[in-house]
């Protein structure tokens, strides 16, 4: 792992701030920041695999030192990248990086600092951060989609509630037939992938053929690119991602009724197509009384989504346990 900091001015030290960390599959973040979600300091990692969860936790813990002698700080939060016990702050398993299964990272979070700890998984704690602070502000509740390598743990965020509120929404192992085709295995970054290689076969003297010439993996990244160069099969690709991650989606609103619908990740780079596209097929799944059904936004903190999140986290529980 290679170190990485860029510092921002921090503010007196009187101010209550908090530590934010994201643990990703391929890049760690500890950002000390306020109770506004503001970032004052910034601390990025990048991931190497073979090191495992050990490699991921000494750098933290190597950080938490570096930071101790910081009187303002109140507590910490964690968005980590799988599933997690949020009542315990146990890492059930990792689907990137060995070494995670069954570790007691509230616990030992707490041990090393001193200092009160949450732990949830990293899409609710984006979720929290675009609703309060991000794509969603303003409308309650936000129902947030990451659109990654998977399509796992989309969050919906409550900003009503005074510390804030997500829970797990698991969009991408809902269903779109009854084969078991599930919206992860349709519009997940690997399973956009799979069709660009489909397409690039069936037309090798296309666009995405000679973009993604020699790929074995990460097709869906030169997919903006085709769509740039007006390449029909690209956007005919993208109408049918969207189109099925409308039908998704459209349960959800049906189930929980959100005001705005937030679309993060990766693919979600796309940026305005993908997020025109999914507006425009919505409203057709939607039932009469909830049309035109809720607006489809893209992420505005990127990066800082988990980070922000997380330090909102940490500080809506120390309130509530005041």
């Given at each position: 792992?290679?170190?990485?900091?860029?510092?921002?001015?921090?503010?007196?030290?009187?101010?209550?701030?908090?530590?934010g960390?994201?643990?990703?599959?391929?890049?760690?973040?500890?950002?000390?920041?306020?109770a506004?979600?503001?970032?004052?300091?910034?601390?990025?990692f990048?991931?190497?695999?073979?090191e495992?969860?050990?490699?991921?936790?000494?750098?933290?813990?190597?950080?938490?030192?570096?930071?101790?002698?910081?009187?303002?700080?109140?507590?910490?939060?964690?968005?980590?990248?799988?599933?997690?016990?949020?009542?315990?702050?146990?890492?059930?398993?990792?689907h990137?990086?060995?070494?995670?299964?069954?570790?007691?990272?509230?616990d030992?979070l707490?041990?090393?600092?001193?200092?009160?700890?949450?732990?949830?998984?990293?899409?609710?704690?984006?979720?929290?951060?675009?609703?309060?602070?991000?794509?969603?502000?303003g409308?309650?509740?936000?129902l947030?989609?990451?659109?990654?390598?998977?399509?796992?743990?989309?969050?919906?965020?409550?900003?009503?509630?005074?510390?804030g509120?997500?829970?797990?929404?698991?969009?991408?192992?809902?269903?779109?037939?009854?084969?078991?085709?599930?919206?992860?295995?349709?519009?997940?970054?690997?399973?956009?992938?799979?069709?660009?290689?489909?397409?690039?076969?069936?037309?090798?003297?296309?666009?995405?053929?000679?973009?993604?010439?020699?790929?074995?993996r990460?097709?869906?990244?030169?997919?903006?690119?085709?769509?740039?160069?007006?390449?029909?099969a690209?956007?005919g690709?993208?109408?049918?991602?969207?189109?099925?991650?409308?039908?998704?989606l459209?349960?959800a609103?049906?189930?929980?009724?959100?005001?705005?619908?937030?679309?993060?990740?990766?693919?979600?780079?796309?940026?305005e197509?993908?997020?025109?596209?999914?507006?425009?097929?919505?409203?057709?799944f939607?039932?009469?009384?909830?049309?035109?059904?809720?607006?489809v936004?893209?992420?505005g903190?990127?990066?800082?989504?988990?980070?922000?999140?997380?330090?909102l986290?940490?500080?809506?529980?120390?309130?509530?346990?005041?």
């Amino acid at each position: 792992m290679v170190l990485r900091t860029g510092r921002i001015s921090i503010r007196p030290i009187s101010l209550v701030l908090y530590l934010g960390i994201e643990i990703g599959g391929t890049k760690l973040q500890v950002v000390v920041g306020d109770a506004d979600g503001v970032i004052h300091e910034r601390f990025r990692f990048g991931v190497r695999a073979e090191e495992g969860g050990a490699g991921i936790r000494r750098h933290i813990a190597d950080t938490i030192e570096r930071l101790r002698p910081h009187p303002s700080l109140r507590g910490i939060g964690v968005g980590y990248g799988g599933p997690v016990d949020w009542r315990t702050g146990r890492v059930c398993c990792s689907h990137h990086v060995v070494g995670w299964s069954e570790f007691p990272l509230g616990d030992w979070l707490r041990e090393l600092s001193g200092l009160p700890v949450t732990v949830d998984n990293d899409a609710n704690v984006a979720a929290l951060g675009e609703a309060r602070r991000g794509a969603g502000q303003g409308h309650n509740p936000v129902l947030y989609a990451t659109l990654g390598s998977g399509v796992g743990g989309p969050g919906c965020g409550w900003a009503d509630l005074p510390w804030g509120h997500a829970g797990e929404v698991e969009l991408g192992h809902v269903r779109l037939d009854r084969a078991g085709t599930t919206v992860e295995s349709r519009c997940a970054g690997w399973a956009v992938d799979r069709r660009i290689r489909a397409l690039a076969a069936a037309e090798p003297g296309g666009v995405l053929a000679r973009l993604t010439a020699g790929m074995s993996r990460g097709e869906a990244r030169h997919l903006g690119a085709a769509l740039a160069a007006g390449d029909p099969a690209a956007w005919g690709l993208l109408e049918e991602t969207a189109r099925d991650l409308a039908f998704g989606l459209s349960h959800a609103v049906h189930l929980l009724h959100p005001a705005v619908v937030v679309l993060g990740g990766g693919l979600s780079l796309l940026g305005e197509p993908l997020r025109a596209a999914v507006a425009a097929g919505l409203p057709g799944f939607v039932m009469d009384a909830f049309k035109p059904g809720p607006e489809v936004r893209l992420a505005g903190l990127a990066e800082d989504a988990v980070p922000v999140g997380a330090l909102l986290s940490a500080a809506g529980a120390l309130v509530a346990d005041r």
